[in-house]
């Protein structure tokens, strides 16, 4: 079933870079200074001057060791990983103030920010990884905020699902088991996260419990270095050594490419310019490919022409063009990605939480992720959980994964407004903690540890158990947790010690904690029969274990041995107060995001999920086409009367001029359009000129129409009484009157269920990927639909047909009818840009010369004149302004449409 989106989730805001919600995690250094995002993108000359998957080398030194600058940048000199990673957080805080202070919002004091959960490296220490990362973070930030948190990303995935998404198993009243599966540009975290029966954005207390997890640093890089290696190994010259490529290849992965010889540093720019093209390739394919079964024959499929280098030394390599297509990339994707890294990974955490749900089972799978949307991992999940989650379902948003973290904090941040500015996640374990301990070199083994320094009880912990997972810690960092234990033998050399996660398998080394396992006991060490392990834990999850073999007292000194301090798998347990306005970051490695969310607007988007009148419209923002619906969500996420009166012109005239375009098309295949010359009497763009033209066509009450009947309640004397007083109401806006209107909500709804019902059976969209089939008249590809606030958009059919169709016509389909009705030349598609999606163009004014369109998304305008390449398009308007059956007919029937 289709997955709707709470008033929540709809309203909330999202920051703006360069008009685009999302920030490609890139720098570039030039002669001009800094650049980051998609102004880094437009700038470069190729892929090597810029500077991206920066973020894992951002925890490779601790913050108080020197980091030599060992990255090439742009403008020739080297930086490290903290300088590239500082220049890209400023160059988002810099566009972040004008963004809030244009709006007339609070400047927020307090920063949530997303990280991978704590990484398992193998002989590697994932968890010091992410102590180094959070503090070059919170150094980085804390100049511009009051407060520095940190939350990981499957929780603010889970947050995100649980309170942003209408879903019979997320909103009943009973206890839920979710499978959080986050698969991001540089990583793959899995947890299991166990809900309460109840519990809303608004309620108090901690809703959630985190039981287990798992992370690796495979994420859509790892992707495309594999797809990299896969495609240079195939078309290497025959004189090419292959060792000598596999010792570049671990030189690119490290990213330390300074004082390489010139072949090393060669390799490294060729390869820079081949996964450029590589990641290009990836998302085509991803955005058009209808069919995601694992055993599908594509033929050919989407695909893109890549260049690869046949000797990558080269400084000016021979090229060879290959096509990569879907077959290609699912056969890495499944043998590389998921047999090798992912699969283990996803088991890990299974394995992990069987012991914390007590024979419950897993009833729910989350999905997040910008490598998410290549929905092979949907699949494979399907496949793997019956064995371990039998009843299981995967909750599949039907749109992109990448909003999902972002939005996820923003409603973390709410969740504080109603808790004091506490979390469901603060200073809380994600795993369980469990220790083998080994007197004099002997065996391992796991004691029973009983937790004496709280006042509840805890003797029901299993043997090596020292903290079941969803533990808080508290004010551990202050007064230490505390157990006692009994050996079999005193430790009178030395006692071996081994920190684990959730496992009591000292050879395991992805669930060791410690590299440093032995303490050496004093020679004049005495014991107590029972013997005592204290464990200070910090804020940012270093824990300090002290081994004490003999209290002090009155019988002498205490006698203990500290051990070396090793990093829990916990999320950050600095203490927080409640803010007035909140920063949601996710700083990915591939993409960023920013959230915006105050106290004040998350009282009034709760107030509003319990008011009809507002649910009405958060429906209609899930269901319109998307002109319309943008400008909707906008306006559901407008608090003070001034944004109200800011955004409501807007949004009534998109849906108005919707209403117009689909009216227009119908009339025109009327008779009555042959004797008629309604378009010329479009004016402008407005609300008021729109409204003029769409009453024109009402009023002809033209016979045998699809849409005009079911709009026709637009003359009815209420609703034409509305819309002349929002009319008006936007007129006195723009000529500075003063204006006591207060009909916004009613007259959107008027116009969104009458655009809503008049369009049922048909989608709107557009068509992709149009070839001939063979040598037949025959057309297929694929048609997109577009409903909704924000792309990408998912839903898609296949099609064949007679006629072929360019993807910058915008259409209404009816897969029942098999019919297409083209909407030119009142709106289309612009032309897709390398670096920012299409955006939809609508007709604002039109005269002999020339025709002009305003974009729904972006601040520009279109000109098209009688010499443009689309000059084809104003000669439309120019032949309906001669008649309004002129033109080309916009219909197109006997097609065939599956929904895929």
């Known amino acids: 079933m289709a997955l709707k989106k709470e008033l929540f989730i709809n309203a909330l805001q999202m920051v703006e870079f360069d008009e685009s919600q999302n920030i490609p995690t890139a720098v570039l250094f030039d002669s001009m200074g800094a650049h980051i995002g998609h102004q880094a993108l437009e700038r470069a000359a190729d892929a090597t001057e810029l500077n991206e998957n920066f973020k894992l080398n951002l925890g490779e030194t601790a913050r108080e060791r020197l980091e030599p600058p060992r990255f090439d940048t742009g403008d020739g000199k080297q930086r490290s990983a903290h300088e590239i990673t500082k220049t890209f957080f400023e160059g988002v805080l810099k566009n972040l103030k004008p963004w809030i202070s244009s709006r007339g919002l609070q400047s927020a004091d307090r920063i949530l920010v997303a990280e991978p959960l704590a990484l398992d490296r193998g002989n590697e220490d994932g968890a010091e990884w992410l102590k180094n990362y959070r503090a070059k973070v919170k150094a980085i930030l804390k100049p511009h905020f009051e407060e520095v948190d940190f939350l990981p990303e499957p929780f603010a995935v889970f947050q995100y699902y649980r309170y942003g998404i209408r879903h019979p198993l997320l909103t009943s009243k009973t206890r839920h088991a979710a499978l959080v599966v986050d698969f991001g540009g540089g990583t793959f975290d899995v947890s299991v996260v166990d809900t309460t029966a109840s519990g809303d954005v608004s309620g108090s207390g901690r809703n959630s419990r985190p039981l287990a997890a798992a992370s690796i640093a495979v994420g859509g890089a790892y992707i495309n270095m594999s797809i990299a290696k896969d495609l240079l190994s195939k078309n290497l010259d025959k004189g090419v050594d292959r060792n000598r490529i596999?010792?570049?290849?671990?030189?690119?992965?490290?990213?330390?490419?300074?004082?390489?010889?010139?072949?090393?540093?060669?390799?490294?720019?060729?390869?820079?310019?081949?996964?450029?093209?590589?990641?290009?390739?990836?998302?085509?394919?991803?955005?058009?490919?209808?069919?995601?079964?694992?055993?599908?024959?594509?033929?050919?499929?989407?695909?893109?022409?890549?260049?690869?280098?046949k000797n990558p030394f080269s400084e000016k390599p021979e090229e060879i063009s290959i096509r990569f297509d879907a077959t290609q990339l699912r056969d890495i994707f499944i043998r590389?990605?998921?047999?090798?890294?992912?699969?283990?990974?996803?088991?890990?955490?299974?394995?992990?939480?069987?012991?914390?749900?007590?024979?419950?089972?897993?009833?729910i799978v989350l999905l997040s992720g910008g490598s998410a949307n290549i929905r092979w991992l949907t699949r494979l999940v399907q496949e793997l959980l019956p064995s371990a989650f039998p009843d299981a379902e995967i909750l599949e948003l039907q749109g992109s994964f990448q909003e999902v973290v972002s939005k996820g904090l923003a409603i973390e941040c709410a969740r504080r407004t109603f808790n004091g500015g506490t979390s469901d996640f603060q200073a809380v374990t994600y795993n369980r903690l469990c220790l083998v301990l080994a007197p004099d070199e002997s065996v391992p083994s796991a004691p029973r540890f009983k937790l004496i320094s709280e006042s509840k009880a805890h003797s029901n912990l299993a043997d090596g158990t020292l903290l079941e997972s969803a533990y808080l810690i508290g004010q551990a960092s202050e007064t230490p947790l505390r157990w006692k234990f009994r050996l079999s033998s005193p430790p009178k050399r030395s006692l071996d010690y081994y920190f684990l996660k959730s496992s009591l398998d000292h050879e395991a080394i992805a669930s060791l904690h410690n590299i440093d396992h032995r303490v050496i006991s004093p020679k004049s060490a005495t014991f107590d029969s029972n013997l005592i392990l204290e464990l200070k834990v910090s804020p940012d999850g270093t824990a300090y274990p002290k081994f004490v073999y003999r209290q002090g007292g009155l019988n002498g000194d205490q006698c203990s041995v500290d051990g070396k301090p090793f990093f829990l798998d916990m999320t950050y347990g600095e203490k927080t107060t409640l803010g007035e306005a909140y920063v949601g970051f996710d700083f990915g490695t591939s993409n960023s995001s920013v959230s915006y969310v105050e106290q004040q607007a998350v009282r009034v988007y709760t107030e509003r999920a319990s008011d009809k009148g507002w649910q009405e419209l958060n429906e209609l923002v899930n269901v319109l086409p998307f002109p319309a619906a943008y400008h909707l969500a906008r306006f559901l996420g407008s608090t003070s009367e001034a944004e109200i009166e800011d955004r409501f012109g807007v949004a009534f005239e998109s849906l108005l001029f919707s209403i117009l375009a689909l009216s227009f098309v119908d009339f025109r295949m009327t008779a009555e359009a042959r004797k008629s010359s309604i378009f010329k009497q479009f004016t402008k763009g407005s609300a008021g000129p729109i409204w003029s033209v769409l009453r024109s066509i009402l009023e002809r009450k033209a016979k045998q129409a699809l849409f005009l009947p079911k709009l026709s309640t637009l003359l009815e004397l209420r609703s034409r009484s509305a819309i002349d007083a929002a009319i008006s109401a936007i007129n006195d806006k723009k000529h500075h009157r003063a204006s006591h209107y207060t009909g916004h909500r009613e007259v959107l709804s008027t116009l969104g269920n009458a655009l809503n019902g008049a369009m049922t059976g048909w989608r709107f969209g557009q068509f992709e990927d149009i070839t001939k089939r063979g040598f037949s008249s025959k057309y297929t590809g694929i048609f997109r639909t577009a409903h909704g606030s924000h792309g990408p958009f998912v839903e898609i059919y296949e099609y064949e047909g007679s006629e072929t169709f360019s993807n910058m016509e915008a259409v209404l389909v009816s897969p029942e009818r098999g019919e297409v009705l083209r909407m030119s030349p009142l709106i289309f598609w612009t032309s897709p840009s390398e670096n920012l999606q299409q955006d939809i163009a609508?007709?604002?004014?039109?005269?002999?010369?020339?025709?002009?369109?305003?974009?729904?998304?972006?601040?520009?305008?279109?000109?098209?004149?009688?010499?443009?390449?689309?000059?084809?398009?104003?000669?439309?308007?120019?032949?309906?302004?001669?008649?309004?059956?002129?033109?080309?007919?916009?219909?197109?029937?006997?097609?065939?449409?599956?929904?895929r």
């Open 246 to 309: 596999s010792r570049a290849w671990e030189i690119y992965r490290e990213g330390a490419h300074q004082d390489l010889r010139a072949d090393l540093l060669q390799f490294v720019r060729n390869m820079r310019k081949l996964i450029s093209q590589v990641e290009r390739a990836k998302i085509h394919i991803c955005d058009t490919l209808a069919d995601w079964s694992l055993d599908a024959q594509y033929s050919p499929g989407p695909g893109m022409q890549i260049a690869v280098p």
């Open 336 to 363: 590389r990605v998921w047999n090798d890294r992912l699969r283990p990974a996803l088991t890990t955490a299974i394995d992990r939480a069987k012991d914390e749900l007590g024979g419950r089972q897993v009833d």
């Open 842 to 899: 609508l007709l604002d004014s039109t005269s002999e010369a020339s025709s002009n369109y305003r974009l729904v998304t972006g601040s520009g305008a279109i000109n098209v004149g009688g010499a443009s390449e689309l000059a084809d398009l104003h000669k439309m308007c120019v032949e309906l302004s001669h008649g309004d059956h002129s033109a080309s007919f916009p219909t197109v029937s006997g097609v065939k449409l599956t929904l």
